[in-house]
Protein backbone atom coordinates (compact mmCIF):
# COMPACT_ATOMS: atom_id res chain seq x y z
CA UNK A 1 0.00 0.00 0.00
CA UNK A 2 2.89 2.21 0.82
CA UNK A 3 4.94 1.70 -2.11
CA UNK A 4 1.71 1.92 -4.43
CA UNK A 5 1.07 5.45 -2.97
CA UNK A 6 4.50 6.31 -3.73
CA UNK A 7 3.70 5.38 -7.44
CA UNK A 8 0.52 7.36 -7.25
CA UNK A 9 2.44 10.56 -6.05
CA UNK A 10 5.25 10.77 -8.64
CA UNK A 11 2.62 10.14 -11.47
CA UNK A 12 0.70 12.76 -10.03
CA UNK A 13 4.09 15.17 -9.49
CA UNK A 14 4.61 14.23 -13.21
CA UNK A 15 0.91 15.38 -14.04
CA UNK A 16 1.15 18.27 -12.52
CA UNK A 17 4.95 19.89 -13.37
CA UNK A 18 3.59 18.85 -17.02
CA UNK A 19 0.80 21.31 -16.45
CA UNK A 20 2.85 23.89 -14.89
CA UNK A 21 5.18 23.44 -17.69
CA UNK A 22 2.09 24.53 -20.13
CA UNK A 23 1.20 27.71 -18.34
CA UNK A 24 5.22 28.68 -18.50
CA UNK A 25 5.22 27.64 -22.55
CA UNK A 26 1.98 29.73 -22.75
CA UNK A 27 3.38 32.73 -20.84
CA UNK A 28 6.51 32.56 -22.74
CA UNK A 29 4.86 32.27 -25.94
CA UNK A 30 2.68 35.19 -25.72
CA UNK A 31 5.93 37.39 -23.82
CA UNK A 32 5.89 39.54 -27.07
CA UNK A 33 1.32 39.61 -27.30
CA UNK A 34 0.10 42.67 -26.54
CA UNK A 35 -2.43 42.38 -23.49
CA UNK A 36 -1.51 39.05 -22.62
CA UNK A 37 -1.63 38.17 -18.91
CA UNK A 38 -0.11 35.48 -17.72
CA UNK A 39 -1.10 31.76 -16.60
CA UNK A 40 -0.10 30.61 -13.18
CA UNK A 41 0.05 26.94 -11.84
CA UNK A 42 -0.78 26.34 -8.20
CA UNK A 43 0.21 22.97 -6.16
CA UNK A 44 -1.88 21.77 -3.30
CA UNK A 45 -1.11 18.92 -1.36
CA UNK A 46 -3.15 15.69 -0.78
CA UNK A 47 -3.48 14.01 2.53
CA UNK A 48 -4.13 10.35 2.91
CA UNK A 49 -5.38 9.24 6.13
CA UNK A 50 -2.87 6.78 7.53
CA UNK A 51 -3.26 3.77 9.97
CA UNK A 52 -0.87 3.80 12.96
CA UNK A 53 2.61 2.67 11.50
CA UNK A 54 2.36 3.63 8.18
CA UNK A 55 2.34 6.56 5.41
CA UNK A 56 0.80 6.90 2.36
CA UNK A 57 1.33 9.55 0.03
CA UNK A 58 -1.42 11.65 -1.19
CA UNK A 59 0.16 13.18 -3.89
CA UNK A 60 -0.37 16.59 -5.10
CA UNK A 61 -2.83 18.25 -7.72
CA UNK A 62 -2.49 21.73 -9.44
CA UNK A 63 -5.01 24.59 -10.21
CA UNK A 64 -4.18 26.98 -12.74
CA UNK A 65 -5.22 30.81 -12.70
CA UNK A 66 -4.46 34.17 -15.17
CA UNK A 67 -3.78 37.24 -13.44
CA UNK A 68 -5.67 39.43 -15.01
CA UNK A 69 -5.02 41.92 -12.52
CA UNK A 70 -1.62 42.09 -13.45
CA UNK A 71 -0.55 45.49 -15.96
CA UNK A 72 1.49 45.34 -18.59
CA UNK A 73 3.85 48.06 -19.03
CA UNK A 74 3.03 50.87 -22.04
CA UNK A 75 4.18 51.43 -25.21
CA UNK A 76 4.20 54.30 -27.47
CA UNK A 77 2.64 54.11 -30.58
CA UNK A 78 1.78 56.85 -33.74
CA UNK A 79 -1.70 55.83 -33.98
CA UNK A 80 -4.70 57.63 -31.77
CA UNK A 81 -7.00 54.97 -31.66
CA UNK A 82 -3.97 52.37 -29.98
CA UNK A 83 -5.66 52.70 -26.68
CA UNK A 84 -4.72 51.22 -23.54
CA UNK A 85 -6.19 51.71 -19.65
CA UNK A 86 -3.44 52.79 -17.37
CA UNK A 87 -5.06 51.66 -14.04
CA UNK A 88 -7.87 49.55 -13.18
CA UNK A 89 -10.42 48.39 -15.36
CA UNK A 90 -11.24 47.47 -19.00
CA UNK A 91 -12.42 48.63 -22.30
CA UNK A 92 -15.63 47.33 -23.92
CA UNK A 93 -15.11 45.20 -26.80
CA UNK A 94 -18.06 43.35 -29.43
CA UNK A 95 -17.28 40.95 -32.39
CA UNK A 96 -17.22 41.60 -35.84
CA UNK A 97 -19.61 39.09 -36.15
CA UNK A 98 -22.07 40.93 -34.06
CA UNK A 99 -22.23 43.70 -36.69
CA UNK A 100 -22.75 41.68 -39.42
CA UNK A 101 -25.93 40.49 -38.04
CA UNK A 102 -27.43 43.62 -38.08
CA UNK A 103 -29.04 44.08 -34.67
CA UNK A 104 -28.59 45.94 -32.14
CA UNK A 105 -27.84 43.33 -29.48
CA UNK A 106 -23.91 43.78 -29.12
CA UNK A 107 -22.53 40.97 -26.86
CA UNK A 108 -20.19 42.80 -24.46
CA UNK A 109 -16.36 41.58 -24.03
CA UNK A 110 -13.32 42.85 -22.00
CA UNK A 111 -9.55 44.19 -22.91
CA UNK A 112 -7.04 45.87 -21.25
CA UNK A 113 -5.53 47.42 -24.84
CA UNK A 114 -6.45 47.23 -28.84
CA UNK A 115 -4.87 48.77 -31.67
CA UNK A 116 -7.31 50.19 -33.36
CA UNK A 117 -8.01 51.34 -36.68
CA UNK A 118 -11.04 52.09 -38.96
CA UNK A 119 -12.64 49.90 -41.49
CA UNK A 120 -14.45 50.55 -44.76
CA UNK A 121 -17.24 51.41 -42.61
CA UNK A 122 -15.46 54.18 -40.30
CA UNK A 123 -16.20 51.53 -37.68
CA UNK A 124 -13.24 50.98 -35.29
CA UNK A 125 -11.92 47.42 -35.21
CA UNK A 126 -8.11 45.98 -34.59
CA UNK A 127 -6.83 43.25 -36.38
CA UNK A 128 -8.61 40.24 -34.73
CA UNK A 129 -12.07 42.10 -35.26
CA UNK A 130 -12.75 43.30 -32.01
CA UNK A 131 -14.97 45.92 -32.49
CA UNK A 132 -14.47 49.05 -29.56
CA UNK A 133 -17.55 50.19 -27.93
CA UNK A 134 -19.10 53.66 -26.72
CA UNK A 135 -21.65 55.85 -26.23
CA UNK A 136 -22.59 57.35 -28.84
CA UNK A 137 -23.12 61.68 -27.95
CA UNK A 138 -25.84 63.98 -29.14
CA UNK A 139 -25.29 66.88 -31.87
CA UNK A 140 -23.95 69.38 -29.31
CA UNK A 141 -21.33 66.73 -28.29
CA UNK A 142 -23.11 65.95 -24.33
CA UNK A 143 -23.35 62.17 -23.63
CA UNK A 144 -27.17 61.28 -22.18
CA UNK A 145 -27.52 59.62 -18.77
CA UNK A 146 -26.93 56.09 -20.51
CA UNK A 147 -27.43 53.06 -17.46
CA UNK A 148 -24.07 52.08 -16.18
CA UNK A 149 -24.93 48.27 -14.80
CA UNK A 150 -25.92 47.01 -18.29
CA UNK A 151 -24.53 47.23 -21.92
CA UNK A 152 -27.84 48.11 -23.53
CA UNK A 153 -26.16 51.78 -24.41
CA UNK A 154 -23.04 50.67 -25.91
CA UNK A 155 -22.87 50.80 -29.82
CA UNK A 156 -19.87 50.28 -32.14
CA UNK A 157 -17.75 53.52 -32.25
CA UNK A 158 -18.24 54.05 -35.88
CA UNK A 159 -16.16 57.24 -37.43
CA UNK A 160 -17.64 59.20 -41.04
CA UNK A 161 -14.53 60.66 -41.82
CA UNK A 162 -16.36 62.69 -44.51
CA UNK A 163 -18.72 64.31 -42.07
CA UNK A 164 -19.28 68.15 -42.14
CA UNK A 165 -20.10 70.28 -38.70
CA UNK A 166 -20.64 73.82 -37.85
CA UNK A 167 -21.45 75.36 -34.47
CA UNK A 168 -23.75 77.99 -34.15
CA UNK A 169 -22.38 81.63 -32.58
CA UNK A 170 -24.04 82.02 -29.42
CA UNK A 171 -22.13 84.53 -27.68
CA UNK A 172 -20.56 88.20 -28.99
CA UNK A 173 -18.25 90.60 -26.93
CA UNK A 174 -18.84 94.16 -28.46
CA UNK A 175 -15.23 95.48 -27.28
CA UNK A 176 -14.98 99.11 -29.02
CA UNK A 177 -14.03 103.05 -28.55
CA UNK A 178 -16.61 105.18 -29.02
CA UNK A 179 -15.09 109.06 -29.39
CA UNK A 180 -16.16 111.65 -26.70
CA UNK A 181 -15.75 114.28 -29.22
CA UNK A 182 -19.05 113.18 -30.84
CA UNK A 183 -21.25 114.30 -28.39
CA UNK A 184 -20.89 117.43 -27.04
CA UNK A 185 -22.18 120.76 -28.74
CA UNK A 186 -21.78 121.45 -32.80
CA UNK A 187 -20.30 117.62 -33.23
CA UNK A 188 -21.94 116.49 -36.60
CA UNK A 189 -23.75 113.37 -34.97
CA UNK A 190 -22.44 111.10 -37.71
CA UNK A 191 -23.39 107.06 -37.10
CA UNK A 192 -20.71 104.92 -36.66
CA UNK A 193 -21.37 101.46 -38.25
CA UNK A 194 -19.98 98.40 -37.69
CA UNK A 195 -20.83 94.73 -38.63
CA UNK A 196 -20.22 91.61 -36.92
CA UNK A 197 -20.29 88.31 -38.26
CA UNK A 198 -22.09 85.18 -36.59
CA UNK A 199 -22.72 82.05 -37.92
CA UNK A 200 -26.38 80.17 -37.75
CA UNK A 201 -27.58 76.82 -36.85
CA UNK A 202 -26.25 75.34 -40.81
CA UNK A 203 -23.16 77.18 -40.65
CA UNK A 204 -24.14 80.30 -42.37
CA UNK A 205 -22.16 83.38 -42.35
CA UNK A 206 -24.96 85.88 -40.94
CA UNK A 207 -24.02 89.05 -39.15
CA UNK A 208 -25.24 92.05 -36.61
CA UNK A 209 -25.22 95.14 -37.93
CA UNK A 210 -24.83 97.61 -35.36
CA UNK A 211 -25.11 101.37 -35.62
CA UNK A 212 -23.81 104.21 -32.63
CA UNK A 213 -25.68 107.24 -33.15
CA UNK A 214 -24.22 110.30 -30.58
CA UNK A 215 -26.75 112.35 -28.55
CA UNK A 216 -25.39 115.99 -29.33
CA UNK A 217 -26.79 118.58 -26.98
CA UNK A 218 -27.23 121.90 -27.03
CA UNK A 219 -24.32 122.93 -24.75
CA UNK A 220 -22.00 120.78 -23.27
CA UNK A 221 -21.35 117.23 -23.98
CA UNK A 222 -23.93 114.65 -23.71
CA UNK A 223 -21.83 111.50 -23.59
CA UNK A 224 -24.45 109.40 -24.75
CA UNK A 225 -24.86 106.93 -27.88
CA UNK A 226 -27.97 105.06 -28.92
CA UNK A 227 -26.93 101.46 -29.94
CA UNK A 228 -28.82 99.72 -32.58
CA UNK A 229 -28.65 96.31 -33.65
CA UNK A 230 -30.12 94.67 -36.78
CA UNK A 231 -30.17 91.14 -37.95
CA UNK A 232 -28.78 90.69 -42.13
CA UNK A 233 -30.88 87.29 -41.68
CA UNK A 234 -34.20 88.73 -40.73
CA UNK A 235 -33.54 91.54 -43.79
CA UNK A 236 -32.15 93.89 -41.46
CA UNK A 237 -34.40 93.77 -38.40
CA UNK A 238 -34.05 95.71 -35.56
CA UNK A 239 -33.51 93.13 -32.57
CA UNK A 240 -31.98 95.58 -29.80
CA UNK A 241 -32.00 99.32 -29.37
CA UNK A 242 -30.09 100.56 -26.14
CA UNK A 243 -28.88 103.80 -25.28
CA UNK A 244 -25.19 104.12 -23.65
CA UNK A 245 -24.39 106.96 -20.72
CA UNK A 246 -20.71 107.29 -20.18
CA UNK A 247 -18.58 108.36 -17.35
CA UNK A 248 -16.74 111.89 -16.99
CA UNK A 249 -15.73 111.79 -13.86
CA UNK A 250 -12.22 111.67 -12.65
CA UNK A 251 -11.21 108.22 -12.08
CA UNK A 252 -13.90 106.79 -14.18
CA UNK A 253 -13.80 108.99 -17.36
CA UNK A 254 -14.79 106.65 -20.39
CA UNK A 255 -16.58 103.86 -18.89
CA UNK A 256 -20.38 102.92 -18.74
CA UNK A 257 -22.19 104.91 -16.47
CA UNK A 258 -25.30 103.10 -17.28
CA UNK A 259 -27.34 101.26 -19.54
CA UNK A 260 -30.87 101.85 -20.79
CA UNK A 261 -33.56 100.59 -23.07
CA UNK A 262 -35.61 103.58 -24.72
CA UNK A 263 -39.19 102.79 -25.86
CA UNK A 264 -39.20 102.14 -29.97
CA UNK A 265 -41.12 100.83 -32.92
CA UNK A 266 -39.83 97.43 -34.75
CA UNK A 267 -37.49 99.87 -37.18
CA UNK A 268 -36.08 101.27 -34.20
CA UNK A 269 -37.53 104.96 -34.24
CA UNK A 270 -38.15 106.19 -30.66
CA UNK A 271 -41.62 106.08 -30.45
CA UNK A 272 -43.51 106.17 -26.58
CA UNK A 273 -46.13 103.37 -25.42
CA UNK A 274 -48.20 102.12 -26.19
CA UNK A 275 -47.21 101.91 -29.77
CA UNK A 276 -43.44 101.26 -28.73
CA UNK A 277 -41.25 99.32 -26.09
CA UNK A 278 -37.82 97.95 -25.76
CA UNK A 279 -36.43 95.56 -28.07
CA UNK A 280 -33.63 93.41 -26.96
CA UNK A 281 -33.11 92.00 -23.50
CA UNK A 282 -32.62 93.74 -20.43
CA UNK A 283 -29.04 94.79 -19.62
CA UNK A 284 -27.16 93.13 -16.37
CA UNK A 285 -25.07 95.91 -15.16
CA UNK A 286 -23.40 92.82 -12.92
CA UNK A 287 -22.16 90.80 -15.86
CA UNK A 288 -22.43 93.39 -18.55
CA UNK A 289 -24.42 91.64 -21.41
CA UNK A 290 -27.83 90.99 -22.81
CA UNK A 291 -29.28 88.63 -25.11
CA UNK A 292 -30.63 89.79 -29.07
CA UNK A 293 -32.79 86.97 -30.50
CA UNK A 294 -31.61 86.97 -34.06
CA UNK A 295 -32.98 84.26 -36.71
CA UNK A 296 -31.04 81.28 -35.50
CA UNK A 297 -31.89 82.14 -31.20
CA UNK A 298 -30.64 83.93 -28.68
CA UNK A 299 -27.51 85.22 -28.39
CA UNK A 300 -25.62 86.75 -25.58
CA UNK A 301 -23.81 90.36 -26.02
CA UNK A 302 -21.23 91.59 -23.91
CA UNK A 303 -20.67 94.87 -23.54
CA UNK A 304 -18.59 94.97 -20.27
CA UNK A 305 -20.20 96.05 -16.80
CA UNK A 306 -20.99 99.70 -15.26
CA UNK A 307 -17.60 101.55 -14.51
CA UNK A 308 -15.68 98.63 -16.16
CA UNK A 309 -13.14 99.73 -18.82
CA UNK A 310 -12.08 96.67 -19.99
CA UNK A 311 -15.15 96.26 -23.19
CA UNK A 312 -17.05 99.65 -24.07
CA UNK A 313 -15.46 102.75 -23.70
CA UNK A 314 -15.57 106.20 -24.91
CA UNK A 315 -12.49 108.29 -24.71
CA UNK A 316 -10.43 110.76 -27.00
CA UNK A 317 -11.58 111.81 -30.77
CA UNK A 318 -11.39 108.33 -32.69
CA UNK A 319 -13.65 104.91 -32.76
CA UNK A 320 -12.06 102.04 -33.26
CA UNK A 321 -13.03 98.26 -32.35
CA UNK A 322 -10.66 97.04 -29.06
CA UNK A 323 -11.89 93.51 -28.56
CA UNK A 324 -13.72 92.18 -31.29
CA UNK A 325 -14.76 88.06 -29.65
CA UNK A 326 -17.23 85.43 -30.99
CA UNK A 327 -18.15 81.91 -30.60
CA UNK A 328 -19.23 79.55 -33.17
CA UNK A 329 -17.65 78.16 -36.22
CA UNK A 330 -18.56 77.82 -40.22
CA UNK A 331 -19.33 74.16 -41.95
CA UNK A 332 -15.90 72.16 -41.79
CA UNK A 333 -14.51 68.81 -42.69
CA UNK A 334 -12.97 66.56 -40.13
CA UNK A 335 -9.07 65.95 -40.20
CA UNK A 336 -8.91 63.49 -37.65
CA UNK A 337 -10.36 61.78 -34.47
CA UNK A 338 -8.39 61.51 -30.69
CA UNK A 339 -9.58 60.02 -27.62
CA UNK A 340 -8.59 61.86 -24.20
CA UNK A 341 -7.73 60.37 -20.85
CA UNK A 342 -11.08 60.60 -19.89
CA UNK A 343 -12.36 58.35 -22.47
CA UNK A 344 -14.51 60.96 -24.99
CA UNK A 345 -13.82 60.04 -28.74
CA UNK A 346 -13.31 63.79 -30.28
CA UNK A 347 -13.49 64.48 -33.74
CA UNK A 348 -11.64 67.51 -35.06
CA UNK A 349 -11.98 69.73 -37.96
CA UNK A 350 -10.32 72.00 -40.15
CA UNK A 351 -12.56 75.04 -38.77
CA UNK A 352 -11.13 74.15 -35.39
CA UNK A 353 -14.01 73.03 -34.29
CA UNK A 354 -13.62 69.98 -31.75
CA UNK A 355 -16.87 67.95 -31.04
CA UNK A 356 -17.42 64.94 -29.26
CA UNK A 357 -19.10 62.24 -30.67
CA UNK A 358 -18.61 59.14 -28.32
CA UNK A 359 -17.87 58.25 -24.90
CA UNK A 360 -15.36 55.07 -24.17
CA UNK A 361 -16.44 53.86 -20.42
CA UNK A 362 -14.07 51.76 -18.11
CA UNK A 363 -15.44 48.81 -17.47
CA UNK A 364 -14.62 47.32 -13.35
CA UNK A 365 -15.45 44.62 -11.45
CA UNK A 366 -15.46 43.59 -8.30
CA UNK A 367 -12.74 40.08 -8.58
CA UNK A 368 -10.85 40.80 -12.15
CA UNK A 369 -9.00 37.46 -11.99
CA UNK A 370 -12.48 36.03 -11.98
CA UNK A 371 -13.01 36.68 -15.57
CA UNK A 372 -13.42 33.85 -17.68
CA UNK A 373 -10.70 34.40 -20.32
CA UNK A 374 -10.87 34.56 -23.88
CA UNK A 375 -9.41 34.22 -27.57
CA UNK A 376 -7.10 37.33 -28.08
CA UNK A 377 -6.87 38.97 -24.58
CA UNK A 378 -10.55 39.08 -24.22
CA UNK A 379 -12.15 38.38 -21.27
CA UNK A 380 -16.13 37.55 -20.07
CA UNK A 381 -17.77 37.80 -16.95
CA UNK A 382 -18.63 35.33 -14.58
CA UNK A 383 -20.36 34.25 -10.94
CA UNK A 384 -16.75 34.40 -10.02
CA UNK A 385 -15.97 37.79 -10.97
CA UNK A 386 -18.76 39.29 -10.23
CA UNK A 387 -21.31 42.15 -11.65
CA UNK A 388 -19.43 44.75 -13.74
CA UNK A 389 -19.99 49.00 -13.64
CA UNK A 390 -18.94 51.33 -16.07
CA UNK A 391 -17.42 54.19 -14.36
CA UNK A 392 -15.98 57.61 -16.59
CA UNK A 393 -12.71 56.89 -17.25
CA UNK A 394 -10.63 58.21 -14.39
CA UNK A 395 -13.27 58.00 -11.69
CA UNK A 396 -14.06 55.68 -8.89
CA UNK A 397 -11.41 52.86 -8.93
CA UNK A 398 -10.50 52.82 -12.41
CA UNK A 399 -7.97 54.18 -14.30
CA UNK A 400 -7.80 56.20 -17.53
CA UNK A 401 -7.48 55.91 -21.17
CA UNK A 402 -4.04 56.15 -22.96
CA UNK A 403 -3.86 57.07 -26.96
CA UNK A 404 -0.80 56.46 -28.56
CA UNK A 405 -0.27 53.46 -26.33
CA UNK A 406 -0.69 49.44 -26.39
CA UNK A 407 -0.49 47.34 -22.81
CA UNK A 408 2.74 44.89 -23.25
CA UNK A 409 2.30 41.67 -22.32
CA UNK A 410 2.60 40.82 -18.25
CA UNK A 411 5.08 37.85 -18.97
CA UNK A 412 8.65 38.24 -17.21
CA UNK A 413 10.53 36.10 -19.53
CA UNK A 414 13.56 35.94 -17.23
CA UNK A 415 10.74 34.59 -14.28
CA UNK A 416 9.69 32.52 -16.55
CA UNK A 417 12.71 31.09 -17.58
CA UNK A 418 13.51 30.34 -13.82
CA UNK A 419 10.62 28.63 -12.82
CA UNK A 420 11.14 26.45 -15.96
CA UNK A 421 14.31 25.32 -14.75
CA UNK A 422 12.79 24.95 -11.29
CA UNK A 423 9.63 22.45 -13.45
CA UNK A 424 12.65 20.30 -15.30
CA UNK A 425 14.25 19.58 -11.87
CA UNK A 426 10.93 18.54 -10.41
CA UNK A 427 9.79 16.80 -12.91
CA UNK A 428 12.89 14.84 -13.21
CA UNK A 429 12.88 13.99 -9.71
CA UNK A 430 9.23 12.80 -9.99
CA UNK A 431 10.49 10.51 -12.63
CA UNK A 432 13.05 9.49 -10.45
CA UNK A 433 10.83 8.78 -7.49
CA UNK A 434 8.89 6.49 -10.10
CA UNK A 435 11.93 4.62 -11.14
CA UNK A 436 12.38 4.12 -7.45
CA UNK A 437 9.43 2.31 -6.53
CA UNK A 438 9.93 0.03 -10.09
CA UNK A 439 12.80 -0.83 -8.56
CA UNK A 440 11.55 -1.63 -4.99
CA UNK A 441 8.91 -3.45 -6.59
CA UNK A 442 11.38 -5.61 -9.03
CA UNK A 443 13.26 -6.37 -5.69
CA UNK A 444 10.11 -7.80 -4.13
CA UNK A 445 9.31 -9.79 -7.32
CA UNK A 446 12.35 -11.36 -6.65
CA UNK A 447 12.13 -12.40 -3.06
CA UNK A 448 9.64 -15.31 -4.88
CA UNK A 449 12.48 -16.30 -7.14
Known amino acids: MTISSSLNAGVAGLAANANRLSTISDNIANSQTYGYKRAQADFHSMVIDSVAGTYSAGGVRITTSRMIDQAGALETTDNPTDLAVR ?32 DEDGVLRNSTGLVLMGWPANPDGTIPAYPRDTSDGLRPVQIQTNQFAAEPTTEVTLGVNLPATETIAGADGTTIPLSVEYFDNLGTSQSINVTYTPTVPASGASNQWTMTLRDSAQGGAVVGVYTLNFDNTT ?59 GVMTQLSDSFGPTGINKNGFPVGNMTSIEVDGNGFVKANFDTGITRTIYQVPIIDV ?42 ESATDVAGELTELIQTQRAYSSNAKVIQTVDEMLQETTNIKR
Open 251 to 309: GSGGTLASVTQPDVDASGVPTPPPAGGPIGGAYNATSGEFQVTVDRGPIDISIGAVGDG
Open 87 to 118: GRGFLPVTQETALISNTDDYPMYLTTTGSFRT
Open 366 to 407: PNPNGLVALDNQTYTTSDTSGSFFMWDAGDGPTGDVISYSLE
